[in-house]
Structure formats: structure tokens, C-alpha cells
């Protein structure tokens, strides 16, 4: 934790239009120069966390909103072919590289030119460290989906969990 930072009266108001009035604020910067991060205090004591990157490209690799839930049956068109995401019950502030894991452990595997044409819209590769992290985070994700596919009835859950071990055993994951 480094020395204490105000947080300045703009940002306050800006956090406050997106999740409602704050109670209490805290410093929760990292110990290094123009680090800013604050934990921000709901009134009911839910918990967020506001972070001002130094770097646009810090902002930019480091934290999005995310769905949560981002993969084809939550994906809505309309007739004039326009996209809408449904079901934000898992949505939260996470890293971007998060909000893949899904399409990489399902329709990525059959179907690799659409994650080239998704990359391309999305507007660059991933870095070195977020494929790692994608890695990883595919991982846990399989690990949890006998469980979730054994306790909602859904079979096809369950064998994308195991479909992506056995391609993380084989070192086949991408």
C-alpha cells in the first residue's frame, strides 16, 4: 500500500453515477509511483474497486466490464443483424482476456477462423501473458463443468469440460 491518495471529487462523482452512492473510501494503491487504485464502499457493503491506469495501454489490457456468461446462447441478432448480449448475472470488472475463456473452450476449438475474425474485430492479438492467462483460466473452467453440467442436466457442459482437459493434457490449448 503506498501513501494515502484522496480520491479526487471527479472521480467520486463519476463512480457514483455508475454504482450509486459510496460510503467509504480506502487507498488501495500498489507500493509504486503513480499507482491509483481506491476501494470504493457500498452503503449495503458490496465492495468495488476504481483504478486510474497510468498508461492508456495499462487501461486498456488490464480491466473491462466483462459478461461473464459470453459464449453463443447469450448472444442475441435481431433482423437487422445486430448483436445483443443477454444474462448478466456473472457480469463484474475483470480482465478482458476473462471474457474469452468461453469461446476458447467452445466454439474457437471447431471453428479457429472465428477466433481470428473475433481477434481482428477486438483489434490485436493476445498478448503473451493473457494466452497464459487464457490457459490457465481455461483450466479452472474445465475443472468446474462436470460439476455445473451434473447439477443443471446438461451433458454438453459437462463434455466441454472434459474435451478441454483432455486438449490441455495433450497441450493442444490455444
Known sequence: MSDSKELPPTLRAWAE????????????SYPREKSRVWELVH????????????????????????????????????????????????????PAVQEFVLLACGVWVDRPALRT?????????????????LKCLGALDAVSRPTWGSDDNDPDVTARGRRTLDRLTAGAFA
Not at 119 to 128: A, F, H, I, K
Open 17 to 28: 453515477r455508475e454504482i450509486g452512492r459510496v460510503g467509504a473510501v480506502r487507498d488501495v
Open 117 to 133: 475474425a473475433f481477434l481482428r474485430g477486438y483489434g490485436r492479438d493476445l498478448t503473451p501473458e493473457e494466452q497464459h492467462a
Open 43 to 94: 452503503p449495503d457493503g458490496c465492495r468495488f474497486h476504481l483504478k486510474v491506469a497510468p498508461q492508456p495501454l495499462m487501461y486498456e489490457r488490464e480491466t473491462f466490464g466483462l459478461h461473464g456468461d459470453a459464449w453463443p446462447r447469450n448472444l442475441l441478432w435481431s433482423g437487422a443483424r445486430k448483436a445483443a448480449w443477454v444474462d448478466f448475472g456473472r457480469s463484474r470488472f475483470a
